[in-house]
């Protein structure tokens, strides 16, 4: 379940990147200045996408050591 969890957010961000790029290419063929600034106010969606990942994962660790190693669950 973590892998489909991991390829759908993998392949999102991916299609979020190729969407810019190709919104980026638009803007200059129609000669917009598209600066290469900065200006995100919030988290970037790399940060927000690695956030995630470590929770996944994180959680992933805590729920394997508690039920294998120390039989809590």
Same mark, same amino acid.
């Given at each position: 379940?973590?892998?489909?969890?991991?390829?759908?957010l993998i392949l999102l961000?991916?299609?979020? %990147?190729?969407?810019?790029? *190709?919104? !980026?290419?638009?803007?200059?063929?129609? #000669?917009?200045? &598209?600066?290469?600034? /900065?200006?995100?106010?919030?988290? %970037?969606?790399?940060?927000? *996408?690695? !956030?995630?990942?470590?929770?996944?994962? #994180?959680?992933? &660790?805590?729920?394997? /050591?508690?039920?294998?190693?120390?039989?809590?669950?």
């Open positions: 379940m973590l892998k489909f969890l991991t390829a759908i961000f991916i299609w979020w %990147r190729v969407s810019r790029w *190709l919104e !980026v290419r638009r803007r200059r063929a129609r #000669g917009e200045d &598209v600066s290469y600034e /900065v200006r995100i106010k919030g988290y %970037r969606p790399i940060t927000i *996408l690695s !956030v995630i990942f470590l929770i996944l994962y #994180g959680g992933y &660790v805590v729920w394997y /050591v508690l039920t294998e190693h120390l039989e809590l669950l």
